[in-house]
DNA sequence: ATTCAGTTTAACCATTTGGTTAAATGTAAG
DNA sequence: CTTACATTTAACCAAATGGTTAAACTGAAT
């Protein structure tokens, strides 16, 4: 074996990403990059030509890092209420202490949306997921008023990411302290699928 | 009058924040501000000492610059229903062409969360409005479940920015052209306001 | 023992970038 | 006209930054 390739490479890709997705794109220093991974700037060009094929290497993989086990759930053979449940808890869990994992995503495809690319084939199971197909069951069934997928899939999203993302301004704002807004994300667990639910419920 | 000092002084901080809000503070360029103001970096820094400078005045006007018009909402003599049908109507149009403010907003928050100060005043009308009041009463008079303020605001505001922040990703995984996602905003401003009412209404 | 990729060291380079300076010009007001 | 600030021009500076290079060293594999 030729030593410790393979380690040196995930040892570079790991600071990197921890630096990249704090700094973003134009905020990240390849030194700093180089001292996180406790090597030195020229076996780190060794590995990455530069930068942007650095941070191209790291953000194609952010997202399908944390987006398959998503889909998981949503494919399992749950029930939908248990399906809304896991999915917001497993959301929350996953961000609740790297919330600046989203606020990167979004600021870099707002920079450079080509960069979507990487991500669509991703979300793409969401769309084609067996609770989509639950759902569709359901309004077809008279069970659930019908809504398109678009909005559903957004609502849910934009509820679970939200709290996330605004989390030192919500704190700010309503004054809490850690532990209170690790509570008021544990409400939202129970929340957000109550909310979701009574929204395509039929009376 | 000393010539056009104040329309100079103007004519940065328009230039400064197209630019700041589009590429973030470390992305923007001096050189490039002054271009988009029309004049040279000799004179930028003759206003304006240095970089951070400029961006801390931008930074603390970008939020007070829209949420006024919110807490008038809020604060108006109308019912529940329509408050929040203009709260989220006017939320839409004013960002559906800029969603790159509030994007910018939640990462220079998340670079550096000091910078909240100049922001939470211009949230604690929020919760404090004639709104708020009015849910409270309906709390009290048993027409509404009993809800956090907290929840009820993350709620609104969540469903309101994160559309228009994920524009780019949704129009992808959802292939739609511009005139639909329109359509599809245009759809948010009627669900929002009804999802909303929905999950605190007593049946 | 030799080979060869991995790694370090350390100097170095070119460019970008924030910021400064000085001199000249413009322009409105007293 | 003179004063005083606004503005331009254009050169310049220093630091930061991305990236390179060459030489030496390490350590496993042949």
Chains 1, 2 share one sequence.
Not at 12 to 32: H, N, P, S, Y
């Amino acid at each position: 074996m030729v030593k410790t390739k393979v380690d040196s490479e995930e040892l570079i890709l790991d600071a990197a990403r921890k630096v990249f997705t704090r700094k973003g794109m134009t905020g990240a220093r390849m030194q700093e990059i180089a001292d996180e991974a406790g090597i030195n700037k020229a076996l780190l060009h060794y590995y990455f030509r530069n930068k942007k094929q650095l941070f191209d290497a790291i953000f194609d993989d952010v997202f399908p890092r944390f987006i398959p086990a998503l889909i998981q759930i949503l494919n399992s053979d749950n029930s939908i209420e248990e399906k809304l449940s896991h999915f917001v808890s497993h959301y929350i869990d996953e961000f609740s202490h790297k919330a600046y994992i989203p606020v990167f995503i979004l600021n870099e495809i707002h920079q450079n949306p080509e960069r979507l690319a990487s991500m669509s084939m991703a979300i793409e199971g969401m769309k084609t997921s067996r609770f989509m197909v639950q759902i569709s069951e359901g309004i077809e069934t008279g069970l659930y008023h019908p809504i398109k997928p678009a909005h559903l899939l957004s609502n849910l999203i934009s509820l679970s990411v939200f709290p996330l993302i605004s989390q030192p301004l919500l704190t700010r704002v309503f004054q809490m302290d850690d532990k209170e807004y690790m509570q008021f994300l544990e409400e939202k667990k129970k929340l957000i699928p109550e909310l979701i639910l009574e929204s395509i419920k039929r009376n």
